[in-house]
């Protein structure tokens, strides 16, 4: 696919992000779609932005904050105040760049802020543009050529198939979990065994969290799961 070698892969995930918010708003019209997406973006990017600058002591295009930021409206609760929306976004662009290890960041940034918006009354909707199933054919299989991070995405899914059943290969909000947030390439390994491990650890903590806890089981184990890889990947050999 030699125009996919000449995309970069933050731009082929903003089209993507941006295209599920279009079919969101055959679901919930373009108002309501646009007040869900602007207060995270706007946060996001102008404090990745500035933190940017603080870092790099120059102005940087901000494609990984607008990045999380589609991520948070595409998740979050959908119809959140501005404000909540706003702060989440702040929290991941703080979690982002002040939250690191050994120089490296430790938490999904997305999964970061909608953790700490859960505190504040906002749990995660996963509307991510409604059930738009048919989309993920197309997005997968380009997301699979561009990075290669398929270990992590069979580690989670093998597990859940098995203890839960298929469903989750047709559930457009557990896809969008997979093939977006589970992979992104600051916080998840790319290596294989360590893959495996990483998907297998977000696995059972959503098998397990999803009985008895408060939090949304995708988040809170996507988090364990990135602060295991890490001590992993710190302490041992995978």
Do not use: C
Not at 48 to 60: T, V
Not at 129 to 142: A, D, M, Q, S
Request: hydrophobic share 55%; glycine share 8%; proline share 5%.
């Amino acid at each position: 696919m030699p125009i996919l070698d000449r995309i970069s892969i933050y731009y082929l995930v903003i089209i993507f992000l941006l295209s599920l918010y279009f079919l969101g708003t055959f679901t919930f019209g373009l108002q309501k779609v646009l007040m869900q997406a602007l207060p995270a973006v706007f946060t996001t990017t102008a404090a990745g932005l500035f933190f940017d600058y603080l870092e790099l002591k120059r102005w940087s295009k901000p494609l990984t904050p607008l990045i999380t930021g589609l991520i948070i409206g595409l998740v979050a609760q959908f119809g959140a105040s501005s404000i909540i929306l706003a702060i989440i976004g702040l929290v991941a662009m703080v979690i982002k760049f002040l939250v690191k290890w050994d120089g490296r960041h430790i938490f999904n940034p997305a999964g970061a802020g909608l953790f700490v918006g859960m505190f504040l009354g906002s749990y995660p909707s996963w509307w991510v543009g409604g059930e738009n199933f048919w989309i993920y054919l197309i997005w997968i299989p380009i997301l699979l050529y561009k990075l290669k991070r398929w270990t992590p995405m069979v580690g989670f899914l093998a597990p859940v198939v098995l203890f839960s059943g298929p469903s989750i290969l047709t559930s457009s909000s557990s896809l969008f979990f997979t093939s977006v947030m589970l992979i992104e390439p600051k916080t998840s390994p790319a290596t294989v065994k360590l893959g495996l491990v990483y998907g297998a650890v977000v696995a059972a903590g959503y098998l397990i969290l999803g009985r008895f806890s408060q939090f949304d089981p995708l988040i809170l184990s996507l988090l364990i799961s990135n602060l295991t890889q890490r001590i992993i990947s710190r302490y041992s050999n995978i």
